[in-house]
Each structure stands twice: as structure tokens, then as C-alpha cells.
């Protein structure tokens, strides 16, 4: 049954963990603004699809 | 085909005919940002949302402060050689293709690296080289593409602000204890004897105490400070039996463990905690883009055009303004201090300082005021007095602008939790001394349980959630309030006063009347079009009212500044203006703003400008006067009394010619008799009184670009509804008191289970959780049925 402290140091490893990112994120300001992200999330393909728009077109010319 | 709207900005194309790549354009400014994003492929801008755009305006000499460098190294929050960093704040910012645009600012110009978008607050962060590009040139290509940045005196210190983030910190911590100790106390839940639990409880048991020490000593560091401040100044605060019960549960636990007796209550502590603090956060919910502490800075420039003994211009800042200088104000440019014209047409808008909107000329040798807006062309002025000293500013000088009204104002909850502390104690002290006749080795055991068990974290999370709640409602019904405390004090006033100008009427909005002889047709085609030329604000209302006629080209026209105009057709002439202009001399005595017209020199009549009162305002006064003393106190002349007197209830109070200072000191004289006033206004010249008021409402018709220090702000639009504001706000209150009700039976159950000294953890880590969590369902509940009802 000893293994129970094997057990419980791993999982407070990987909550201490957790825990560790929760802080830097906080840190790096992520939690300051929580709306803009969730838009900008959407603009990546936009972006893409310009610049492969581009690229046909001077191979075009 | 019906009715073409700018391919930009949405507005009516219809007349306007300028088309470019089969889209029409409503101007030529808006055709010009579509070929900029159209030649840089940003043309998904109009993917995103239809319309988006904004008309860019035209900003000739406006950022010219920009080349000082004194004033851009204010405005940087990084600087180093190759790296320049900014955060503007832009008003505009209102959809996603504003954000898409504002993230792609690199294709526009290769100087700028990066920029980052916080829509909440409508800022950009642009990160630039400032090598071969200025801030300047940033500022005039955010413009030239309609997103003209907001800069004011107010971004004179940044980069220096440090973001609060506390509480997600604690709220986190106390998170990530509640969560872990829950999982290490379960297996003693459930087994409360036997081999193993003898074995592994004390590794357990240990784990906990490590656990909760954060939570005690920094997660609810602030209920002991205020529960130590309440203390000292004699009051029983609501933090004071938190605090009590958190030291409690925190001492009784430890010994528990150290002596080996039991688990201890480290769930339930840590559980409380995050409990609280999760009400905290929800109540903290502010609004990002808005702003109640602005100050007379949030709207004054950093920069103005001081002309030299030389005659050469110079960019300085406004703090560097001395008396005696020479100062240049370009056309639609704030008057930042109190001063002398000397040259120009000055054409001033005090509409910012007083919420008039009629516009003031003034001849040289006038003194202008700080706060005034120059409509007309460049003036030059001699300074009278630093921008600290001036008339407007001298008004943030008044002590009401230092004190905190939060401060000054005991709350539902501290005032209930008096009574609360004093019970609990007597109860705890008779159930101890009855056990310590019985049985006196439970005595302490009961005492401690009491003290646990009737920590009030219900009775303390009743009014956050439903305060919290209501301000997100009200937010999206457009009424702003600052903070819960706002929503508290609304439910209590008995008194409220309304300004006139901007508040009651609508700024942008005024009804004409005609009297007077009738005009002919020729005379009418006339007056349009001597209109037609006119600039003067006046003239531009009367012409928009006009129907429409063929215009004629004048064959002679004059302005005559301060007077009126002169034009000639043929052999008609027309003359427009004062009353002595127009050669008209029987003046009768009247108040309001009018406009006088004479034809061949002959007095045809006047037109007369009435301030259109706000949609709903007689049907909002006559609720409201049944349960609420109402007055109104305006700056302007007495000249709409008659009209005011009809329109509203018997009752109101009128008064007129009412400076900043007056108001304040009205309304401190009522708070002294005992009234708790509303105040409700709009311009600078409220502040005071808004300030001075248990609650300041600021009326607004752009929420996002002016209103005074304030504890709430209206948008304009929703101004009938007021009466169904201060009505959910009541409402709100006996909500809150029925949670209150609630969390008491909740702890007379717990109380059975103290008292009789059986306490066990798992009672204490069911019931504390399960009152909170059912206070705050029905709490929720309540407010978002009180919602709908407004809506």
C-alpha cells in the first residue's frame, strides 16, 4: 500500500504543475483581455488565403 | 434599385455618385480608404461585417504636437533604438473587421512589426521602428484609414500603470487548495474507521494544513484587513465574523491534527474562500471601454501651437503653457486654459463645458474660457492662467472630487451583519456554558463549531451575485454603473435632479417655429440659399429645415460676424440675423435663441429655436414624481420655463441660471436635511454636482466618447427607461433580503448540528458549500427574471 505516496506525490506533481502555468499565464497578462483573442482566433485562414491569392497571381504575371 | 449606401461606412450614396470598382461611396474620403486597403489586398475588411468603415476626417495640423519629442517619449510605453511601442486608444474599434484591420497594420506601412487589438478597451498596441516612421505618421495613417486615435492629456503618464491582477491570483490559489484538499478528504468522507485510515490519515491530514496555508494567510488577506479596519473604527463590518470564522476553522483544524482528535474542517475553509472570492471577482465585472474617473485631462490635448516672439511655431505641452504666451488654436481645437483673443474669428463651443449647444462668437479683447472648442478658422490668444489655475479646472479643486462615496455609505449587507456578529456570539457563548455544566469536554468543541458553522459566506455572497448580475443586465440594456454600491445607493434616493440641457433635451435635436408675415415663394428661394452659404450653426439647423428649392447664385454676399448675413439677387435683398440687424427694433423681451429675416428692408418675421425635449420625458416624469421629489437646475436662461411648466408635473422645481457651483452647493444642502439625491447630467459643468450626489448619472449620447466623472452613465437613448432602473434596483434589494432569509434557516440547521456539539467535517463540507451554491442559484435566478421583466 506504500504506493500510495508515490501516487499522491506524482499528483500533486501534475496539480503543482497546473498551478505553476495558471500563474505565468496570469503573469503574461492572457487573463487581462478576454474577448479579443476569441475573434482574432477566426482571422487565420483570412490571412493565408491573401497571401496564397498573391502568390497565383504574380505567378500569373 | 433602391436606396445605395457607401460601400464603407454604411451612409446614404444615393446622391453623391462617386463609384469605384462597381461599389458606391458616399464620399471621396471613404472611396480613399477602400483604394488604400483595396491596393494592399485588406479588402476582407468588408468580408467580415457589412459597412464598417468610418469617414476619415480631416486632421490638417492636428498631431503637430507629435513632433515634440518631449510629448511623444510621454506617449511611448517602450523606446529603444530599433523598437518603439504605443497603445492608442481608438474609438471606433466597434466590430471584428476593426480588429482585423488594426492586426494587419504591417501591410500597411513596413515600419510597424506588430499590432495588437484589446477590443474591450478599444486600444491598439502597435510595435514600430521608429528609424524612417514617427508616431506622428502613425497617428495620420490610423486616421487616414478612420481610425483616428483618441489621444488627451489623460495618456500624458503611461507605461507607468501596473495592471491589478490579485485577485485572479487568489482566486486561482484558493481554487487550486478547494479542489485538492476536496480529493485528499474524500477517503475520510467515507471511512471513518479501520487499519488503513489509521495508517495514511496523518500524511492526508498534513497535505491539507500545507494546502490551506496559502488560503488563510494571502488568499483571504483582504477580509482580515477589512475586518481589522472595521474593528477600529467600531463597526461590525460583514468581514469581521468571516474573519472570525476563517481564524476558527484554521486554529480548530491544526489542533484537530496536532492532537490527533480528527480531519479538521480544511475543505470547508478552503471551499468558504473560494467561494467569496469567486463572488468578489463576479461583482468586479466592470466595463473595460468606459471610464468614471475621467477628469477635465481625458479631454484636453497634450499638445498646443505656441507662436514666439518670432512668429515661428512651436508644438509645447500643455503643462508648459506660461502665462503670457502666445498660443495658435486651429479650427476644431480645444482651448485648454483661460485667455485673451487677440486675432481670428472666434467661434467658441462651450457645448463640452456647459451641454449648450449654441455656439458663441466673440470679438478680439474677449476673454475665452478654457474648455471652449474653436469652430471657425484659426485664432491666436494671449494666456491668462496655466491650465491648473483656469476657471474649468479650478472646479476639480473642490473636495468632493476627493472623497469616496463607497466609504460614506453602510451597505445591506454590514448593516445586517452587526446583528448577525452580536447573535452568533450569544449564541455560542449560551450553548458553551450550557456544556460546560453537562459535559465540559465538548464546551470548546461547541463553541468553535458555532463560530464555523454561522460564518455568514452565504449572508456575504448574497449581494455580490445579485448586484453583480444586475450591473451585466443593465449593462446590456446601456446603463453603465461604476460598481455594485451604485445600484445599492439608487434604491434609496427620494430626490432627483435633472439638468437641463443635453439631459432632458436632446443635444442634436431642435424644433423651429416660424412668426411673422409669410415668406414667397422667392423670398423662401432666397432665404435657402443665402443659407447656403453660411457656416454659423444656426443657419445650417434652418437651412436643413428648409424644403427644398432651386438654389440661386447670389449676386452679392456678405457675412457680417456676430450680426448675420446680407445677400442680394436681382433687385431682392434679404437680411438674416440679430433682430437690430435686420433692422427690426420693437424687440419684445424673449429668452430664446432666434434668427430674424428682412426683405427688401422690409421685417418679414423670425424663426425661433426650441430645445426638443427627449422622447418619453412627461411620461417618465409622471412616475417618477409619485414617489420622488423632482427638480430641475439649469445653467441656461429662464427661457424655456413656460415650456418646462407645461410639459411636466406641478410639483418640479425650476430653476435657471444655475452655475456649477450653485448646483453642488444645492444639492449639499438637501443631502444635509437628510435627502439622498440623484443627480442626473451631462456636461463638465455637472461634474460637481454629480459628484457631490449619493448617485451621479451621466447622460450620454455616445457612451464611448464623453461624459464627466460619474457613478453610472446612461446612454441617452434609453433615458425614459430610468424609471424601470431605479425600480430593478429595489427590487434587487428585497432579493437580496429574501437571500438573506434563506442562508438563516441554512444556518439554524447548521446551528442544530453545533449546538448539540455533532459537528462532524462532512455536515460542515455539505452544508457550507450547498448554502453558498444555493444562494448564489437563487440569486441568479431572480435578477435574470427581474432582466427580462426591463427588457
Known amino acids: ?61 | 434599385m433602391g436606396a445605395k449606401t457607401c460601400f464603407h461606412c454604411g451612409l446614404d450614396a444615393t446622391s453623391s455618385e462617386i463609384r469605384y470598382d462597381d461599389k458606391s461611396f458616399c464620399c471621396n474620403g471613404c472611396k480613399t480608404v477602400y483604394e488604400i486597403f483595396s491596393a494592399n489586398d485588406l479588402t476582407c475588411y468588408y468580408d467580415l461585417q457589412d459597412a464598417p468603415g468610418a469617414t476619415p476626417k480631416e486632421i490638417e495640423g492636428k498631431y503637430n504636437f507629435l513632433d515634440n519629442a518631449k510629448i511623444v517619449e510621454n506617449l511611448l510605453e517602450f523606446n529603444d533604438d530599433n523598437t518603439q511601442i504605443v497603445t492608442l486608444y481608438i474609438p471606433h474599434i466597434h466590430c471584428s473587421s476593426c480588429i482585423w484591420i488594426l492586426e494587419n497594420l504591417n501591410k500597411l506601412n513596413s515600419s510597424i512589426s506588430s499590432s495588437i487589438v484589446n477590443f474591450g478597451k478599444k486600444t491598439v498596441r502597435v510595435n514600430y521602428n521608429a528609424e524612417n516612421f514617427s508616431l506622428k505618421q502613425l497617428v495620420r495613417l490610423l486616421s487616414s484609414i478612420g481610425y483616428e486615435p483618441f489621444i488627451s492629456l489623460d495618456d500624458y503618464s503611461v507605461g507607468k500603470k501596473n495592471v491589478d491582477r490579485s485577485l485572479i491570483y487568489k482566486l486561482g490559489i484558493a481554487g487550486f487548495a478547494f479542489g485538492n484538499i476536496m480529493f485528499l478528504s474524500f477517503p475520510e468522507y467515507f471511512q471513518v474507521s479501520g487499519f488503513w485510515i489509521e495508517q495514511y490519515a496523518p500524511v492526508f491530514r498534513w497535505l491539507m494544513f500545507t494546502f490551506s496555508i496559502p488560503v488563510v494567510f494571502y488568499c483571504s488577506l483582504d477580509y482580515f484587513i477589512s475586518a481589522y479596519k472595521g474593528l477600529k473604527s467600531k463597526l461590525l463590518n460583514i468581514d469581521v465574523p468571516i474573519a472570525l470564522g476563517i481564524t476558527v476553522l484554521f486554529l480548530r483544524s491544526t489542533a484537530e491534527i496536532v492532537f490527533d482528535i480528527g480531519t479538521g474542517f480544511f475543505d470547508s475553509l478552503s471551499g468558504l474562500v473560494f467561494f467569496l472570492l469567486l463572488g468578489k471577482f463576479f461583482q468586479q465585472k466592470t466595463y473595460n471601454f468606459l471610464s468614471f474617473e475621467r477628469d477635465y485631462k481625458s479631454y484636453f490635448p497634450i499638445g498646443i501651437t505656441k507662436i514666439d516672439s518670432k512668429g515661428k511655431e512651436e508644438a509645447i505641452q500643455v503643462y508648459d503653457i506660461k502665462k503670457g504666451d502666445r498660443l495658435l488654436i486651429r479650427n476644431e481645437e480645444l482651448i485648454p486654459v483661460d485667455c485673451i483673443l487677440i486675432k481670428g474669428n472666434a467661434r467658441i463651443d462651450y457645448s463640452f463645458v456647459t451641454g449648450e449647444s449654441d455656439v458663441v462668437s466673440k470679438q478680439s479683447g474677449d476673454k475665452l474660457f478654457a474648455g471652449g472648442k474653436q469652430q471657425d478658422g484659426s485664432i491666436e490668444v494671449d494666456v491668462l492662467k496655466t491650465v491648473e489655475q483656469s476657471y474649468l479646472t479650478q472646479l476639480w479643486s473642490n473636495d468632493v472630487f476627493n472623497k469616496n462615496k463607497e466609504d460614506s455609505f453602510t451597505n445591506l449587507t454590514n448593516s445586517i451583519s452587526k446583528q448577525f456578529t452580536v447573535a452568533v456570539l450569544s449564541i455560542a457563548i449560551i450553548a458553551t456554558s450550557y456544556w460546560l455544566i453537562v459535559d465540559d469536554s465538548k464546551a470548546l468543541n461547541v463553541f468553535t463549531a458555532v463560530l464555523i458553522i454561522a460564518c455568514p459566506c452565504a449572508i456575504a455572497l448574497a449581494a455580490p451575485f445579485t448586484f453583480g448580475n444586475l450591473l451585466r443586465i443593465f449593462g446590456n440594456l446601456k446603463f453603465y454603473a461604476k460598481n455594485a454600491t451604485v445600484i445599492e445607493q439608487l434604491a434609496a434616493i427620494d430626490t432627483i435632479i435633472f439638468d437641463k440641457t443635453g439631459t432632458i433635451t436632446a443635444n442634436k435635436e431642435t424644433s423651429i417655429a416660424y412668426e411673422g408675415s409669410e415668406l414667397s415663394e422667392a423670398e423662401e428661394v432666397l432665404l435657402k440659399s443665402s443659407l447656403r452659404n453660411s457656416n454659423h450653426p444656426l443657419s445650417r439647423l434652418l437651412y436643413e429645415l428648409l424644403e427644398d428649392n432651386d438654389i440661386l447664385t447670389l449676386d452679392d454676399y456678405k457675412e457680417h460676424i456676430g450680426k448675420g448675413i446680407a445677400a442680394k439677387h436681382d433687385t431682392n435683398s434679404i437680411k438674416i440675423g440679430s433682430a437690430p440687424f435686420v433692422g427690426y427694433t420693437s424687440e419684445t423681451a424673449t429668452l430664446n435663441t432666434a434668427v430674424h429675416v428682412s426683405t427688401n428692408n422690409k421685417y418679414k418675421g423670425k424663426f425661433t429655436f426650441y430645445n426638443k425635449y427627449r422622447k418619453g420625458i412627461s411620461k417618465l416624469f409622471k412616475r417618477l414624481k409619485k414617489e420622488y421629489d423632482l427638480v430641475i437646475l439649469s445653467g441656461d436662461n429662464a427661457g424655456e420655463k413656460e415650456n418646462l411648466t407645461k410639459l411636466l408635473p406641478a410639483k418640479t422645481k425650476l430653476f435657471f441660471n444655475q452655475k456649477p457651483e450653485d448646483k453642488l452647493e444645492y444639492i449639499k444642502h438637501h443631502q444635509n436635511s437628510g435627502a439622498k439625491v440623484l443627480m442626473i447630467g451631462d456636461g463638465l459643468n455637472d461634474a460637481g454636482a454629480l459628484a457631490q450626489s449619493d448617485v451621479g448619472i451621466a447622460i450620454s449620447e455616445d457612451v464611448n466618447v464623453f461624459s464627466p466623472a460619474c457613478d453610472a452613465i446612461l446612454d441617452a437613448t434609453k433615458f425614459n427607461q430610468l424609471y424601470n432602473f431605479i425600480r430593478a434596483s429595489k427590487s434587487a434589494i428585497s432579493i437580496i433580503k429574501w437571500s438573506f432569509v434563506l442562508s438563516f434557516i441554512y444556518n439554524t440547521i447548521g446551528l442544530y448540528f453545533a449546538v448539540t456539539g455533532q459537528l462532524a467535517p462532512v455536515v460542515a463540507a455539505i452544508l457550507m458549500p450547498l448554502s453558498s451554491i444555493s444562494i448564489v442559484a437563487f440569486t441568479t435566478v431572480c435578477t435574470n427574471v427581474l432582466g427580462r421583466k426591463l427588457r
Do not use: W
Request: glycine share 2%.
Open chain 1, 1 to 61: 500500500m506504500s504506493v500510495i505516496y508515490i501516487l499522491l506525490a506524482v499528483s500533486i506533481l501534475v496539480a503543482v504543475a497546473f498551478f505553476v502555468v495558471f500563474v505565468i499565464a496570469v503573469k503574461r497578462g492572457q487573463f487581462d483581455d478576454s474577448y479579443t483573442p476569441s475573434v482574432r482566433m477566426l482571422f487565420e485562414d483570412e490571412l493565408i488565403k491573401d497571401k496564397t491569392n498573391k502568390t497565383i497571381l504574380t505567378k500569373k504575371e
